[in-house]
Protein backbone atom coordinates (compact mmCIF):
# COMPACT_ATOMS: atom_id res chain seq x y z
CA UNK A 1 0.00 0.00 0.00
CA UNK A 2 0.64 3.37 -0.59
CA UNK A 3 2.69 5.11 2.58
CA UNK A 4 1.84 8.39 1.65
CA UNK A 5 -1.66 8.96 -0.24
CA UNK A 6 -2.58 11.92 -1.53
CA UNK A 7 -6.38 13.12 -2.67
CA UNK A 8 -8.32 13.91 -4.63
CA UNK A 9 -5.88 12.30 -7.76
CA UNK A 10 -7.33 15.30 -10.14
CA UNK A 11 -9.12 18.52 -9.88
CA UNK A 12 -10.84 20.42 -12.34
CA UNK A 13 -12.13 24.05 -10.79
CA UNK A 14 -13.54 27.60 -11.91
CA UNK A 15 -10.80 30.38 -11.77
CA UNK A 16 -11.51 32.34 -8.64
CA UNK A 17 -12.61 29.14 -6.77
CA UNK A 18 -11.08 27.87 -3.43
CA UNK A 19 -9.74 24.07 -3.51
CA UNK A 20 -7.67 21.83 -0.91
CA UNK A 21 -5.67 18.80 -1.68
CA UNK A 22 -4.93 16.42 1.51
CA UNK A 23 -1.95 13.76 1.61
CA UNK A 24 -1.98 11.70 4.49
CA UNK A 25 0.01 8.53 6.07
CA UNK A 26 -0.37 6.30 9.00
CA UNK A 27 3.15 7.08 10.40
CA UNK A 28 4.57 9.98 11.64
CA UNK A 29 5.67 12.32 9.15
CA UNK A 30 9.35 13.82 10.32
CA UNK A 31 9.12 16.55 7.65
CA UNK A 32 6.15 17.10 5.03
CA UNK A 33 7.07 19.03 1.89
CA UNK A 34 4.61 20.19 -0.96
CA UNK A 35 6.22 20.65 -4.92
CA UNK A 36 4.49 21.55 -7.68
CA UNK A 37 5.31 20.09 -10.95
CA UNK A 38 4.80 21.23 -14.49
CA UNK A 39 5.06 19.04 -17.84
CA UNK A 40 8.36 19.02 -18.78
CA UNK A 41 9.75 20.79 -15.72
CA UNK A 42 11.77 19.69 -12.24
CA UNK A 43 9.64 20.31 -9.57
CA UNK A 44 9.44 23.70 -7.75
CA UNK A 45 9.74 23.64 -3.75
CA UNK A 46 6.56 25.39 -2.43
CA UNK A 47 6.41 24.56 1.71
CA UNK A 48 7.89 22.52 4.46
CA UNK A 49 6.59 22.19 7.48
CA UNK A 50 7.97 20.13 10.06
CA UNK A 51 5.85 21.03 13.51
CA UNK A 52 2.48 19.45 14.65
CA UNK A 53 0.44 22.22 13.93
CA UNK A 54 2.34 24.09 11.87
CA UNK A 55 0.72 26.18 9.16
CA UNK A 56 2.65 27.91 6.49
CA UNK A 57 1.54 30.97 3.92
CA UNK A 58 2.84 31.93 0.47
CA UNK A 59 0.83 34.64 -1.86
CA UNK A 60 -2.33 32.58 -2.19
CA UNK A 61 -1.42 28.92 -0.79
CA UNK A 62 -1.52 27.99 2.61
CA UNK A 63 -0.19 24.39 3.91
CA UNK A 64 -0.63 22.75 7.12
CA UNK A 65 0.45 20.05 9.01
CA UNK A 66 -2.06 18.25 11.68
CA UNK A 67 -1.11 18.00 15.28
CA UNK A 68 -0.60 14.85 15.12
CA UNK A 69 1.90 14.61 11.78
CA UNK A 70 0.34 12.51 10.14
CA UNK A 71 -2.19 14.49 7.53
CA UNK A 72 -1.23 18.29 5.85
CA UNK A 73 -3.60 20.19 3.26
CA UNK A 74 -2.27 22.57 0.71
CA UNK A 75 -5.06 25.47 0.41
CA UNK A 76 -5.29 27.35 -2.94
CA UNK A 77 -7.63 30.52 -2.10
CA UNK A 78 -8.83 32.32 -5.42
CA UNK A 79 -7.89 29.80 -7.94
CA UNK A 80 -5.59 31.04 -11.18
CA UNK A 81 -4.33 29.52 -14.53
CA UNK A 82 -1.27 30.04 -13.22
CA UNK A 83 -1.94 27.80 -10.33
CA UNK A 84 -2.21 25.01 -12.96
CA UNK A 85 -0.34 21.85 -12.43
CA UNK A 86 0.92 18.45 -10.33
CA UNK A 87 1.11 19.22 -6.90
CA UNK A 88 2.99 16.61 -5.22
CA UNK A 89 3.53 16.35 -1.27
CA UNK A 90 6.49 14.62 -0.03
CA UNK A 91 7.63 13.66 3.42
CA UNK A 92 10.39 11.83 5.64
CA UNK A 93 8.78 8.95 7.10
CA UNK A 94 11.97 7.19 8.47
CA UNK A 95 13.18 10.04 10.12
CA UNK A 96 16.51 9.05 8.00
CA UNK A 97 16.94 13.52 7.19
CA UNK A 98 17.03 12.82 3.42
CA UNK A 99 15.43 10.09 2.04
CA UNK A 100 11.93 11.51 0.83
CA UNK A 101 8.86 9.41 -0.16
CA UNK A 102 6.21 10.99 -2.38
CA UNK A 103 2.76 10.62 -3.00
CA UNK A 104 1.27 10.24 -6.67
CA UNK A 105 0.13 13.59 -6.52
CA UNK A 106 -3.01 15.65 -7.53
CA UNK A 107 -3.57 17.33 -11.26
CA UNK A 108 -5.07 20.39 -10.93
CA UNK A 109 -6.71 22.32 -13.92
CA UNK A 110 -7.87 25.52 -13.73
CA UNK A 111 -10.27 26.73 -16.42
CA UNK A 112 -10.49 30.69 -17.08
CA UNK B 1 22.22 31.38 -10.61
CA UNK B 2 21.84 28.11 -12.66
CA UNK B 3 19.92 25.44 -11.59
CA UNK B 4 20.35 21.86 -11.55
CA UNK B 5 20.45 20.36 -14.94
CA UNK B 6 20.49 17.24 -16.50
CA UNK B 7 20.71 15.41 -20.08
CA UNK B 8 19.73 13.82 -22.03
CA UNK B 9 16.55 15.63 -21.54
CA UNK B 10 15.01 12.57 -23.94
CA UNK B 11 15.87 9.31 -24.22
CA UNK B 12 14.54 6.72 -26.51
CA UNK B 13 16.77 3.29 -26.41
CA UNK B 14 16.59 -0.41 -27.34
CA UNK B 15 15.60 -3.26 -24.78
CA UNK B 16 18.98 -4.27 -23.67
CA UNK B 17 21.00 -1.40 -24.28
CA UNK B 18 23.07 0.32 -21.70
CA UNK B 19 21.61 4.23 -20.64
CA UNK B 20 23.73 6.57 -19.11
CA UNK B 21 21.72 9.44 -17.47
CA UNK B 22 23.78 12.78 -16.19
CA UNK B 23 22.91 15.38 -13.45
CA UNK B 24 25.00 18.61 -13.14
CA UNK B 25 23.98 20.13 -9.21
CA UNK B 26 23.67 23.27 -7.93
CA UNK B 27 27.55 24.71 -7.76
CA UNK B 28 27.76 24.21 -4.07
CA UNK B 29 25.72 21.87 -2.97
CA UNK B 30 27.03 18.77 -1.28
CA UNK B 31 24.03 16.49 -1.26
CA UNK B 32 22.64 14.59 -4.71
CA UNK B 33 19.78 12.59 -5.16
CA UNK B 34 18.32 10.32 -8.16
CA UNK B 35 15.05 9.80 -7.93
CA UNK B 36 12.43 7.72 -10.67
CA UNK B 37 9.25 8.61 -11.26
CA UNK B 38 7.04 6.17 -13.09
CA UNK B 39 3.30 7.01 -15.07
CA UNK B 40 1.25 7.34 -12.23
CA UNK B 41 2.99 6.46 -9.50
CA UNK B 42 4.79 8.91 -7.36
CA UNK B 43 8.55 9.51 -7.07
CA UNK B 44 10.92 6.57 -5.68
CA UNK B 45 13.91 7.57 -4.37
CA UNK B 46 17.02 5.44 -5.38
CA UNK B 47 20.20 6.68 -4.22
CA UNK B 48 21.40 9.79 -2.13
CA UNK B 49 25.35 11.09 -2.04
CA UNK B 50 26.56 13.21 0.75
CA UNK B 51 29.97 14.60 0.19
CA UNK B 52 32.84 11.88 0.91
CA UNK B 53 30.26 9.42 2.63
CA UNK B 54 29.12 6.06 1.31
CA UNK B 55 26.19 6.33 -1.07
CA UNK B 56 22.83 5.07 0.18
CA UNK B 57 21.80 2.74 -2.85
CA UNK B 58 18.91 1.23 -0.82
CA UNK B 59 16.57 2.43 -3.74
CA UNK B 60 18.23 1.27 -6.41
CA UNK B 61 15.42 -1.31 -7.84
CA UNK B 62 18.11 -4.19 -9.36
CA UNK B 63 21.67 -4.47 -9.72
CA UNK B 64 21.29 -3.40 -13.41
CA UNK B 65 21.18 0.13 -12.18
CA UNK B 66 24.29 2.18 -10.56
CA UNK B 67 25.27 5.81 -9.90
CA UNK B 68 28.48 7.43 -9.79
CA UNK B 69 29.35 10.95 -8.15
CA UNK B 70 32.64 12.66 -8.90
CA UNK B 71 33.66 14.72 -5.90
CA UNK B 72 30.95 16.98 -5.16
CA UNK B 73 30.19 17.34 -8.81
CA UNK B 74 28.58 15.47 -11.59
CA UNK B 75 26.52 12.29 -10.74
CA UNK B 76 25.87 9.79 -13.86
CA UNK B 77 23.41 7.19 -13.46
CA UNK B 78 23.58 3.73 -15.54
CA UNK B 79 21.15 1.63 -16.57
CA UNK B 80 22.08 -1.57 -18.21
CA UNK B 81 20.26 -3.97 -20.42
CA UNK B 82 17.06 -1.71 -19.78
CA UNK B 83 14.00 -3.17 -19.97
CA UNK B 84 10.48 -1.63 -20.99
CA UNK B 85 10.00 -1.05 -17.15
CA UNK B 86 12.48 0.99 -16.70
CA UNK B 87 10.70 3.98 -18.64
CA UNK B 88 10.27 6.78 -16.49
CA UNK B 89 11.22 10.70 -15.95
CA UNK B 90 14.53 10.03 -13.86
CA UNK B 91 14.43 13.24 -11.67
CA UNK B 92 18.04 14.53 -10.02
CA UNK B 93 18.14 17.03 -6.89
CA UNK B 94 20.77 18.47 -4.93
CA UNK B 95 20.65 19.90 -1.68
CA UNK B 96 23.33 22.16 0.72
CA UNK B 97 24.46 20.13 3.59
CA UNK B 98 22.27 20.92 6.69
CA UNK B 99 19.46 21.58 3.93
CA UNK B 100 18.91 18.38 3.47
CA UNK B 101 15.32 19.03 2.84
CA UNK B 102 15.08 21.72 0.71
CA UNK B 103 15.93 19.60 -2.54
CA UNK B 104 16.30 21.18 -5.41
CA UNK B 105 15.02 19.84 -8.94
CA UNK B 106 15.92 19.14 -12.40
CA UNK B 107 13.91 19.19 -15.44
CA UNK B 108 14.17 14.99 -15.31
CA UNK B 109 15.61 12.75 -18.55
CA UNK B 110 12.53 10.72 -20.08
CA UNK B 111 13.60 7.31 -20.92
CA UNK B 112 11.45 5.18 -23.06
CA UNK B 113 12.79 1.47 -23.76
CA UNK B 114 11.32 -0.16 -26.52
Known amino acids: SQELEQSPQSLIVQEGKNLTINCTSSKTLYGLYWYKQKYGEGLIFLMM?????EEKSHEKITAKLDEKKQQSSLHITASQPSHAGIYLC????????????FGKGTLLTVNP | GAGVSQSPSNKVTEKGKDVELRCDPI?????LYWYRQRLGQGLEFLIY????????KSGLPSDRFSAERTGESVSTLTIQRTQQEDSAVYLC????????????FGPGTRLTVT
Open chain 2, 27 to 31: SGHTA
Open chain 2, 49 to 56: FQGNSAPD
Open chain 2, 93 to 104: ASSLQGQLYEQY
Open chain 1, 90 to 101: GADIGGSNYKLT
Open chain 1, 49 to 53: LQKGG
